[in-house]
């Protein structure tokens, strides 16, 4: 009997690969707060959450709930529609590049030939939410916490886009598949250790991580510019954050690191993605590390960095690669 | 332009050894209390709220009634009242109210008293739901502790 | 700085309210600002005022110490050593040694606490999270040794007329020697993450820089003055108690910003574990309390008396009038003259070097308002 698809099978498999994705978002979220809290618990001494669960594991749980039940508060005199909007859209375009990260050999939503750029356009749009949930917070401090983001986001984006560059230029495709297929004999790490420290500290910068934290300093600004909002809202923009953190250590893991490559495993085409989440959780890790230890530098010193010392040292990168790759 | 490149040098070498010490402590064992499932021994020395000291011999306090704790008392906490019963010649004590919310612990009563009636006592865990629980009434707490 | 035409027009307020995590206590700081420079602040206080110097007024002289430690919490055994002593040069006690002795010993031994908990607080205040944590966890050690003897673990009324009101066992000397060894090895992790951390060096080099006029115009004293380059220490210029005896040094900044300020007290908490041990070693024997009568009467006259608290020098003023009750008491606060030179250093800086500047003076807004 011939089977009737009524949706073309790419489709169907998009959707099934999208719905399991965000389902995973959540699901990352959840880990990486805990993880977060834990570690954050152990390098200052002290055990974390411990209450609820086997040493707090359902902690971020009832978090969850507990954030769901909550009023959302819309404080007097703001712009009601841009107040509503700003964390859907921050946390809207921050799902869309996991479709064409590379997971495993055969578990990828969809190969975009120019995958990368596509990833790099999605980030800046995070800009605009943190703009957006600034201004429309009627709070001096939100403005002021907006308005730093701004600078500090366009400043970083390009020491990223340099040091990507670099990669690309030694595999001459932005497709993701690609970068990672070339990468069987030696992981670039080795070949470009450069670029891969500027990667990491813009990308650290882009998600306003500490140090780089200015948008939501709390010891200056009292919670920069979500001081406003509660519940829900606010959770939204959390997930979001996190998100953009397991982004930009999925795409380094990619680049650089050898995406899912690793010893052989049986079904290795599939469970490469074993190989994979174990990188991308070093990488966490060492971002977690370095938000608890270092104290955040101030505005323009930040600027100063990016400018001075991160565009520099890139740009000289690539010129050495590019003649390395003619020779 | 040396200065560039030494600066570059020293700096990373300083955020390194600095992630160095944060994740030796993440090894460390943790030093928190968690209170309370788990418990500290208190000091014997600890200055809790004054009680009536218990005379092993005579079962009794030691108090007087003379009031010079009420007097020398500089957030007027105390509460002292004697009665001469029949066929006494001193007066002994009926009343000692202790108005903890107001107590400073500066320990005058405890040095002030001529026979060393009272000490601190160790409470350190009190919690209540209303302000009149903590107007102690310290001789009654005396007759619970009595044989 | 230079300040566009849209910024010249559309200056702002913005409140660093009573409520904020960077003012330590509850202080109104009203900044005008354009755009992310501070223009003009100007500090409110007396949130927090719950007349000491009127309720010394109200009763018997014995009976203000409590309220001595009530007035800056984090360091209250120098604030309690300055009162007791000032009532003893007014009725002419004499104080034994051995009770001299543990007086320095324990006001140092706060003083190092005092200086854990700022460090903590100042990196808080840049972002770091966590040395404030260890600061106090070191910080949990004194106190359990001061709690031993004294019976309070924050707010001490240790002291007496005479003397002090406990002696001190073995128990207390064994775990001082046992605290300082690990401070000293501590001392090595605070310098590896935070002194030579780069990110801090940049936010306090040449911020704040304080000159020495400007110091003593506005009566700055304590670190903050030293950290200009004068040396004036309250325990060398106008010794008190039994620091002549002792062998340490002023430790003093060269340029007066937060650098130097920061690098003289973690020096001068390595001085005081100095002048504890010599102490501990010197310990004489003898009683802790002299006799006193019971109704101190305070002849008529006035009398002062000056003490180095942690944050600089502390001074306590009496006018007696014959009887047991103080006819006027008054307290100099060091923390409210390194406050009063805040509107003129904070002219024209950013915003979060105004907080890096207001962490480096070590305020405590209770002891400010009394």
Redesign the interface.
């Given at each position: 009997m011939e089977t009737i698809s009524i949706l073309p099978p790419e489709l169907i498999r998009m959707l099934i690969a999208a719905i399991i994705i965000i389902s995973f978002l959540f699901l990352n979220a959840i880990m990486m707060g805990y993880l977060e809290r834990k570690?954050a618990?152990?390098?200052?001494?002290?055990?974390g959450p411990?209450e609820v669960g086997f040493h707090g594991i359902l902690q971020m749980v009832v978090d969850g709930v507990k954030l769901l039940g909550k009023e959302l508060l819309i404080p007097f005199n703001v712009d009601r529609t841009l107040f509503r909007v700003a964390p859907l859209l921050s946390f809207t375009p921050v799902i869309l590049p996991l479709l064409v990260i590379p997971f495993s050999e055969k578990l990828q939503a969809r190969d975009l030939s120019l995958g990368l750029i596509f990833i790099v356009s999605m980030g800046s749009v995070n800009v605009m939410a943190l703009l957006v949930a600034g201004w429309g917070s009627n709070n001096k401090y939100s403005m002021f916490g907006a308005m730093r983001a701004v600078a500090q986001s366009i400043a970083f984006e390009i020491p990223i886009l340099l040091s990507m560059l670099a990669v690309v230029l030694m595999c001459n495709t932005f497709s993701l598949k690609e970068i990672v297929g070339a990468q069987q004999k030696i992981w670039f790490v080795f070949l470009q250790p450069v670029a891969f420290l500027i990667y990491l500290i813009a990308g650290v910068a882009e998600t306003n991580r500490a140090p780089f934290d200015l948008p939501e300093a709390e010891s200056e600004l009292t919670a920069g510019f979500h001081t406003e909002y509660s519940g829900m809202g606010f959770s939204l923009f959390f997930i979001g954050e996190y998100t953009n953190m397991f982004i930009v250590a999925s795409v380094a893991t990619v680049l650089f690191l050898g995406g899912w490559h690793g010893p052989n495993l049986p079904y290795g085409e599939y469970l490469g993605i074993v190989w994979f989440f174990l990188k991308v959780y070093f990488l966490l890790f060492l971002l977690i590390?370095?938000r608890?230890?270092?104290p955040r530098v101030r505005f323009d010193q930040l600027l100063n960095f990016a400018w001075k010392?991160l565009v520099p040292f890139s740009l000289v990168n690539i010129l050495i690669t590019a003649v390395l790759v003619k020779l | 332009m040396k200065q560039y490149f030494s600066?570059?040098y020293?700096?990373g070498k300083?955020?390194v050894?600095?992630?160095?010490?944060?994740?030796k402590?993440?090894?460390?064992?943790?030093?928190?209390v968690?209170y309370p499932r788990e418990e500290i021994d208190i000091?014997p020395?600890?200055?809790g709220h004054i009680d009536l000291v218990l005379d092993p011999e005579k079962n009794t306090f030691l108090c007087i009634s003379c009031g010079m704790c009420e007097k020398?008392?500089?957030?007027d906490c105390i509460k002292i009242q004697g009665k001469k019963l029949e066929g006494e010649k001193k007066k002994t004590l009926v009343l000692f109210e202790l108005d903890f919310t107001k107590c400073?612990?500066?320990?005058?009563c405890v040095?002030?008293c001529p026979n060393d009636a009272l000490e601190?006592s160790q409470e350190y865990n009190l919690a209540a739901f209303s302000r009149e629980a903590f107007h102690f009434d310290i001789l009654k707490r005396l007759e619970e502790r009595r044989t | 700085m230079l300040e566009s035409d849209f910024q010249k027009k559309n200056r702002f307020f913005l409140n660093m309210g009573p409520q904020h995590p960077s003012t330590h206590g509850v202080l109104l700081i009203v900044l005008e600002m354009s755009g992310e420079y501070v223009l003009d602040p100007q500090p409110v206080l007396g949130f927090v005022h719950r007349m000491h110097e009127k309720m010394a007024e109200s009763?018997?002289c014995?009976?203000?110490?409590?309220n001595t430690a009530?007035m800056d919490y984090v360091c209250a055994l120098p604030y309690n050593h300055g009162y007791v002593s000032l009532i003893e040069r007014k009725a002419g006690i004499e104080v034994p040694e051995r009770a001299e002795y543990i007086r320095v010993i324990t006001s140092e031994l706060n003083r190092v606490a005092s200086h854990l908990l700022w460090l903590g607080a100042y990196l808080l205040d840049l972002g770091a999270f966590?040395p404030i944590l260890?600061g106090f966890?070191d910080r949990?050690h004194i106190l359990d040794i001061l709690?031993?003897?004294?019976?309070?673990r924050l707010?001490y009324?240790y002291y007496?007329f005479g003397g002090v009101?406990?002696d001190i066992d073995d128990k207390f000397v064994a775990s001082t020697r046992a605290f300082i060894k690990r401070l000293r090895e501590r001392f090595v992790?605070y310098e590896?993450?935070?002194t030579?951390?780069?990110?801090f060096i940049k936010r306090t080099e040449n911020i704040g820089v304080v000159s020495p006029d400007m110091a003593l115009r506005y009566g700055m004293t304590g670190p903050n003055l030293r950290g200009s380059g004068i040396a004036y220490d309250v325990r060398k210029n106008e010794p008190y108690s039994v620091y002549p005896e002792f062998d340490f040094e002023i430790p003093v900044g060269s340029q007066g910003d937060c650098l130097d300020r920061y690098m003289v007290r973690i020096r001068e908490m390595e001085q005081s574990l100095r002048i504890i041990e010599q102490a501990l070693d010197r310990l004489p024997e003898g009683p802790v309390r002299a006799k006193v009568p019971?109704n101190i009467k305070l002849s008529p006259g006035d009398c002062n008396f000056a003490v180095e608290a942690a944050r600089g020098e502390l001074s306590y003023y009496l006018v007696g009038d014959g009887t047991s009750t103080p006819y006027r008491l008054k307290v100099r606060v060091p923390s409210y003259s390194n406050l009063s030179c805040l509107p003129e250093l904070g002219r024209g800086i950013l915003l979060p070097d105004l907080v890096s500047i207001l962490g480096s003076f070590d305020l405590v807004i209770p002891e400010m308002d009394r």
């Open positions: 570690i618990g152990h390098v200052q001494r002290r055990p411990m590390m370095i608890w230890t270092y010392y | 600066e570059i020293t700096g300083s955020l050894e600095g992630l160095g010490v944060t994740f402590a993440l090894f460390q064992p943790i030093v928190t968690q000091t020395n600890y200055r020398s008392c500089p957030s400073s612990l500066c320990g005058t040095e002030v601190f | 009763r018997p014995v009976g203000f110490m409590p009530r966590t260890y966890d949990e709690e031993d003897i004294t019976g309070s707010t009324c007496r009101s406990r992790i590896k993450l935070v030579k951390n780069i990110i019971k």
